[in-house]
């Protein structure tokens, strides 16, 4: 997706707040939405759904429930995350990957790693802990993005070109690309570097 069609996504989506209700009691007498996932257990069971279709109906019922436990981890979100069960990929616990993101085959995600939407990681790039790659940065193959990198993105700023980084490429930890920076090929960007401009192939970047 480019910007522009990003952008129109965000501003056209419903907000969700997706949530996971464990309940104890009489949920055969509950009349969920037919939108929610109901799991029915002996004498209660999960409910899966959005917050605001599920709100009224278990505040109107609280004689038909025992005990009532509320699983969430967004809030009036407009993109969710990515689906992870088919991608060839290794990602850790942790890392928060969205939807339109693409992951190459063998890429590594590790622990608190961001990557927003229209990102593309290459094959057997690694993306290290809490590293923050922003919208539609394009990242190359057998790459090793440090721990604690950020990479700007573009979706809050439309009209910057979005960081593009060849293969082969080593950014140390704590380093920021921004917006619009063009990384050659096998370059290294040193622990901590602020990069404001292109780097050649090659290149040892350091500021």
């Not at 942790?94 to 993101?101: L, N």
């Not at 921004?178 to 780097?199: F, K, L």
Request: charged share 20%; aromatic share 4%.
């Amino acid at each position: 997706m480019n910007t522009e069609e990003i952008l129109n996504l965000l501003k056209n989506s419903s907000k969700k707040t997706p949530v996971k209700v464990y309940l104890q009691g009489k949920i055969n007498q509950i009349p969920f939405s037919e939108n929610c996932i109901v799991l029915k257990a002996e004498n209660g069971g999960i409910i899966i759904g959005d917050w605001e279709e599920l709100k009224d109906t278990i505040h109107s019922h609280p004689f038909l429930i025992e005990k009532l436990f509320i699983e969430s981890d967004r809030r009036n979100s407009t993109i969710g995350l990515l689906e992870l069960f088919h991608q060839d990929a290794r990602i850790e616990p942790g890392a928060i990957i969205r939807e339109g993101v693409t992951l190459e085959k063998n890429t590594v995600i590790m622990m608190g790693a961001i990557i927003n939407i229209g990102a593309t990681i290459g094959e057997e790039t690694l993306i290290d802990m809490n590293a923050v790659i922003g919208g539609r940065a394009n990242i190359g193959k057998k790459c090793h993005v440090g721990a604690g990198v950020v990479i700007k993105g573009v979706i809050s700023s439309p009209h910057a070109q979005p960081v593009q980084i060849e293969d082969e490429v080593i950014i140390g930890p704590n380093a920021v690309i921004m917006e619009g920076i063009h990384i050659g090929r096998g370059a290294v960007i040193v622990a901590g570097s602020i990069v404001t401009r292109n780097v050649v192939a090659g290149e040892i970047f350091s500021s």
